[in-house]
């Protein structure tokens, strides 16, 4: 009889991570570009291997923005669903991937569409989670005016998640843009209180606020490292770290 290897100790049992609409598409002018898809659910199988809880919420913006429907005449509630619904399309994607590479995955929808997805119930999602499937979450809140980056927290809130982690295009939160100033400095750890202060752009002020009252840590790391996602449920120094204090 041959041993299992047990799985590698985390710093955290249940997690939600928020990822931009943009990650999918890469360098690729398609929306969805088919080897950065595969990279991004590639990273989430390996966390999960570890025993780690996964929830993910996935922004619509590589598809539509509710705010460029407003540039092009489109009311914005109306636009802010369309982005919604390209929510949805990005989630039916990674599940695809995930499921092609046996990990069992179930979208769940604030709107619903019970031909496409399940409806958003949170005893549902958690007995999900408990079997060991990721959960991703669709279609935001449900309702127009709020970001996605809500949508992470309020779930993060409602599933008691450890913290949420927000895959970025930069390694961590800089006193400014480090793209327009090289001398920009980056910041190990945080508190609320201290990001609000110096108004530091973490995520939209409803999602932060909630993250905030609900004392969710927020890590905020570069996507694009191949390792960081790894290094981060495991307790490693990477990204920033937002905490109470």
Avoid at 11 to 36: H, Q
Avoid at 187 to 207: G, H, I, K, P
Avoid at 221 to 242: M, Q, S, W
């Amino acid at each position: 009889m041959t041993d299992t290897a047990a799985p590698a100790p985390t710093r955290y049992k249940r997690i939600v991570l928020k990822l931009s609409g943009e990650v999918l598409r890469g360098g690729s002018p398609e929306a969805i570009d088919a080897a950065t898809l595969e990279r991004v659910a590639s990273r989430i199988a390996e966390i999960r291997g570890l025993g780690v809880q996964i929830c993910v919420v996935i922004g619509g913006g590589n598809i539509f923005r509710g705010l460029q429907g407003e540039r092009r005449g489109i009311e914005r509630t109306t636009g802010d669903y369309m982005g919604m619904l390209a929510t949805v399309i990005n989630s039916l994607a990674l599940m695809d991937r995930l499921e092609k590479m046996g990990v069992h995955t179930r979208v769940q929808t604030a709107v619903p569409m019970e031909k496409i997805a399940e409806p958003f119930i949170l005893r549902r999602a958690t007995r999900h989670l408990e079997k060991g499937r990721v959960v991703i979450f669709a279609a935001g809140t449900g309702n127009p005016y709020f970001s996605t980056d809500t949508c992470a927290a309020l779930r993060a809130s409602e599933v008691h998640a450890d913290v949420l982690m927000k895959g970025t295009k930069v390694d961590g939160i800089y006193d400014r843009d480090p793209r327009k100033f090289p001398d920009a400095r980056r910041y190990d750890t945080l508190t609320f209180e201290r990001a609000l202060t110096e108004r530091l752009n973490v995520m939209d002020s409803a999602a932060f606020a909630l993250c905030q009252d609900n004392n969710i840590p927020i890590l905020v790391f570069d996507l694009n490292d191949p390792g960081a996602l790894l290094k981060a449920v495991r307790g490693e120094k990477v990204g920033t770290l937002v905490t109470a204090g």
